[in-house]
């Protein structure tokens, strides 16, 4: 059974092809989930982008000096937590990291 979406501001119905479904943006844009109260570990970072590699997002994107001083607001902000020691959890909070990656993503060497 095919689903229409009515407008209210203007007469217009359109079909939304079977097997697709509506999904809203939140307040900031991002579509689907939510990121807000989200935190991301290296494993759902490396998902956001593109299943580039760990080292890759390190050199392009944490450890980048074009991009040094946000992220090291980001990292005095407990958006990004890490202890530096050799196999301690990075926690990244998600929101401020796509906001960032929103910004910058022509600039990447995708």
Known sequence: MAQYIEIPTKPIKFEIPE???IV???AHGYEGESLLGKTWTKVEMRQWCGNKSWDW???NIISNPKYSRQIG???R???IVHKGMKGSPWRIKARPMAEFLDEHWEELPW
């Open 19 to 21: 097997g697709m479904k």
């Open 24 to 26: 809203t943006a939140d």
């Open 57 to 59: 997002i390190l050199v």
């Open 73 to 75: 607001e980001m990292e």
């Open 77 to 79: 902000n407990n958006q």
